[in-house]
């Protein structure tokens, strides 16, 4: 028979402890039924009368019984339905307590499938009733009373120990009473209390894996070549513009980095419309003075083929030979990467996976970084010897998030557009609203502009009430014609997405429906409408990502967000929006609305999960875990006096030959 464990879908037995309770109910408040209104739930306490069981026509039946209080006060009926198996437990007399919610039919109320629990004073303590009770994630099939009688026979009646496996922080209880309390707390404050250890745990775990990797980097010695100016200078000069404070600080930080004796790790933030490809630019010229090669690594071809065009734009009049590498497009033979200098490499997961060998990489920059496995990027590295990095996203990063995700990196951020870029008017729609909508694409369209109409599917869903690509692109072809509209999405095959790129960006078709492939990597600036449909469905940050995909030309840019949010959080949200076209702000907003959840990829970034930390609420003890584990890889960088955080962590730090990373 499976147990409780198996049927969750965990490893092994103890995995269950770490099965935390999504919310709890307090059930320790007695009611008369009588006095408490319908659909709320009620607490209740007394013998049972009259159980039996009554069968309809076609097998099925419900079993029934009444409750009367104790001191006589009232008598309740309770009733489950397909359970005639319940009258073997609750016989006539036995004493009980039930929870549930109120139902009202007529002058009768009654609870119907409430939960229960046997009062046997000298046989255990209550689990299901009288305390606060923990309600878990749960699957098919599996009711939370299994999954409590399992966690309670673990924690209470196995003996179970749980050792210390570093330093105690002050303030927070043993890890002992931490375990047991969020599973089965006394009270509300005791449940927090224990959270928070096991939230400081979990952070504490992060942050001594980052000062590792960071104690790690810093060991490597970085041979530079000489020094020059040969291809900065000219560069500069030979912009049209003049960069941004922003750009010209990140500059100097880039400077500093790539002059040091050990590789640089940095983390470039910015915006969308920024300037980050301008900064990349200059690291990768930087690297190339130094007689090494540079390469770019992008997570889709799309996105690839945008870096290759405007790196070869600002780079092969300074005679920089830049090459393409993806599955599908690599420029020149692979067999003469090997002994040429002075190149700029871009390219996707090909640049790591193909035989070629890119040797002589001095600098990896790394785009849209948190598209990459852990596993991914060090492969990618590997190509050269301790190349120096430069890690960039244009998705904005909450502090709280950089230093959970990032502590092993500094942190460079554009926080600044360059000049003339007209800020992009973003409203909030109803669906019913949208052939105004489409009227005003078609004068954009008369006056030569284009646009994107983005939605959450791409295929039609029985599960979920939205429209999908392929769906709106047949629908949309009859609003604009069959020969105005092209459709791009992640299922198409290289030469599909290539072609329909090539048809928009050359203005041969003016709508683009898409799903949010588009996020990155499409630069298009008579590109000037941006309609979002069912904008409930996607984050702020990615709604901010797809908006900045308008705005690059001269012309007046517009988004509009078509939702039906079905909660006030869900149009405050949205509101926001309309408010605010800072990433950071929105960004700081999403996190304390929705929570992290997975805005940087968290699962690929080779760092410890976190159950239960929340990192929208827990900034005083990252605070808190970030110092401490400071403190002890200072005093114990090889933790010798904690072999169990040790042997914890070592999973995290090289969980995979990088060779063998696909």
Not at 135 to 151: D, E, F, H, V, W
Not at 286 to 305: D, S, V
Not at 496 to 509: I, L, V
Request: charged share 25%; glycine share 8%.
């Amino acid at each position: 028979m499976e147990s409780v464990a198996d049927r969750l879908g965990l490893r092994e037995p103890g995995d269950l402890l770490f099965h935390f309770p999504r919310r709890y109910e307090d059930r320790t408040h007695w009611l008369n039924p009588d006095e408490v209104k319908p659909d709320e739930p009620v607490l209740v306490h007394g013998r049972v009368e009259s159980p039996k069981v009554a069968r309809w026509r076609g097998g099925r039946g419900c079993f029934t019984l009444t409750l009367r209080a104790l001191d006589g006060a009232y008598a309740l009926p309770l009733v489950w339905y397909n359970m005639p198996f319940l009258k073997t437990y609750l016989t006539e007399g036995r004493e009980l307590i039930a929870y549930g919610r109120l139902t009202v039919s007529g002058r009768q109320r009654k609870l119907a499938h409430p939960d229960f629990e046997l009062v046997a004073h000298d046989e255990h303590d209550a689990i299901h009733m009288n305390r606060i009770v923990p309600i878990y994630p749960s699957t098919g099939g599996l009711n939370q009373r299994a999954i409590r009688l399992a966690m309670h026979e673990l924690l209470f009646k196995q003996n179970l120990r749980f050792p210390e496996i570093h330093p105690v922080p002050a303030g927070l209880p043993d890890i002992d009473t931490a375990m047991r309390g969020i599973h089965f707390p006394e009270s509300f404050a005791q449940q927090e209390a224990c959270r928070r250890r096991l939230a400081f745990d979990e952070l504490f775990a992060m942050q001594v894996l980052l000062a590792l990797r960071r104690r790690e980097a810093k060991q490597f010695a970085k041979v530079r070549g000489a020094d020059s100016q040969s291809l900065r200078e000219p560069f500069l000069r030979s912009l049209p513009f003049t960069p941004t404070r922003a750009q010209a600080r990140v500059f100097a930080e880039l400077d500093r980095d790539l002059a040091a004796p050990r590789p640089m790790n940095r983390l470039l933030q910015g915006d969308v419309g920024a300037g980050k490809t301008l900064v990349a630019a200059y690291a990768m010229l930087r690297t190339l003075e130094r007689g090494e090669n540079a390469a770019l690594l992008a997570p889709t071809e799309t996105l690839a083929e945008q870096h290759y065009r405007n790196l070869h734009r600002l780079l092969e009049p300074l005679g920089v030979s830049v090459r393409i590498f993806t599955r599908s497009r690599k420029s020149g033979d692979a067999a003469l990467f090997e002994r040429q200098r002075g190149i700029v490499y871009v390219g996707t997961h090909a640049l790591f996976q193909d035989k070629a060998a890119l040797a002589n990489i001095g600098l990896g920059v790394i785009d849209e970084q948190h598209k990459f496995g852990v596993n991914q990027r060090r492969a990618f590295l590997a190509k050269g010897q301790h190349p120096d990095l430069l890690v960039m996203t244009a998705t904005p990063i909450p502090r709280t998030l950089c230093l959970t995700l990032y502590g092993d990196l500094d942190v460079s951020v554009l926080d600044e557009l360059p000049p003339g870029r007209k800020s992009i008017r973003t409203v909030l729609r109803a669906a019913a609203e949208l052939p105004k909508v489409w009227n005003f694409i078609r004068r954009e369209i008369a006056a030569g502009r284009q646009a994107y109409i983005v939605y959450p599917l791409l295929e039609e869903s029985e599960k979920v009430d939205l429209k999908s690509v392929q769906a709106a692109f047949k629908e949309l072809q009859k609003v604009f014609g069959e020969h105005e509209v092209v459709m791009l999405h992640g299922k198409m095959d290289p030469d599909e997405k290539s072609a329909a790129m090539s048809q928009f960006r050359h203005g041969q078709r003016h709508v683009m429906v898409a799903t949010s492939v588009i996020e990155v990597g499409v630069d298009v600036p008579t590109a000037t409408m941006m309609v979002i449909e069912h904008a409930e469905r996607f984050g702020l940050a990615q709604l901010h990502q797809l908006r900045g995909r308008v705005g690059r030309g001269a012309a007046q840019s517009y988004c509009v967000l078509v939702g039906d949010p079905k909660t006030p959080e869900g149009w405050q949200r949205l509101k926001i929006m309309e408010k605010s076209q800072d990433g950071f702000v929105l960004a700081e907003e999403d996190l304390k609305i929705r929570g992290p959840g997975n805005i940087l990829g968290t699962e690929q970034s080779g760092l410890p999960p976190l159950r239960v930390a929340n990192l929208g609420r827990d900034m005083s003890l990252l605070s808190q875990a970030r110092e401490a584990s400071n403190q002890l890889i200072d005093h114990d960088p090889l933790l010798m006096k904690y072999p169990a955080l040790r042997e914890r962590l070592e999973k995290f730090r090289f969980s995979a030959d990088p060779k063998g990373a696909n």
